[in-house]
């Protein structure tokens, strides 16, 4: 078992220095993606304002009914593909953030992993007889901790697949529906 308690406090220190430190790289590539995100929609508001005010202007001006609907009709087909364009950059952030996440939590797995092996390794190897109950303990309540740890991270993969699905789906439709947009 551990020679003293101090190799045995190290030890789980790591572990969970390790956890936080992956905890606060997945927190920051999320806060990096949401910023992606906001810049987008940022730009892609302004660009729809813009054509929107644009579209008006046009409408505006039309010397009769029908040029002010054939005004509008032309603006279709660049909307549908403004919207695609939309989805197409969305999904890369998503895919990129995925990505990050997948890099960053696979290498504080490793390190995890590694540090746990170094730990059960130090619990064994000082086995005093009649402890041998105390060490499955030990080992047990690391594993538990370790699977726990992949648990986490296998659910924050999960939930990025999900979100990149969704974009997409979405991105699929646009794509169906400008299919079916009138042309001019």
């Not at 989805?87 to 490793?110: K, M």
Request: aromatic share 4%.
């Amino acid at each position: 078992m551990f020679t003293n308690p101090e190799q045995f406090a190290n030890a789980t220190k790591t572990l969970f220095d390790l956890q936080v430190e992956t905890f606060n790289a997945l927190a920051s590539k999320a806060v990096q993606g949401v910023e992606q995100v906001v810049a987008l929609n940022m730009a892609t508001a302004k660009n729809s304002m813009d054509n929107a005010l644009a579209a008006g202007r046009q409408m505006s001006q039309a010397s009769d009914p029908k040029t002010a609907v054939d005004n509008l009709q032309a603006r279709l087909q660049p909307g549908v593909q403004n919207a695609q364009a939309y989805g197409e950059q969305l999904r890369q952030i998503v895919a990129d953030i995925q990505n990050d996440f997948q890099q960053a939590a696979d290498t504080h797995l490793v390190e995890a992993k590694n540090t746990l092996s170094a730990l059960i390794y130090d619990v064994t190897q000082n086995v005093k007889p009649g402890q041998e109950n105390a060490v499955e303990i030990i080992k047990a309540a690391i594993d538990n901790a370790f699977k726990g740890y992949e648990q986490v991270t296998m659910s924050t993969r999960e939930a990025m697949r999900r979100v990149e699905e969704q974009v997409s789906r979405a991105t699929a439709q646009l794509a169906a529906a400008s299919g079916q947009a009138p042309k001019t």
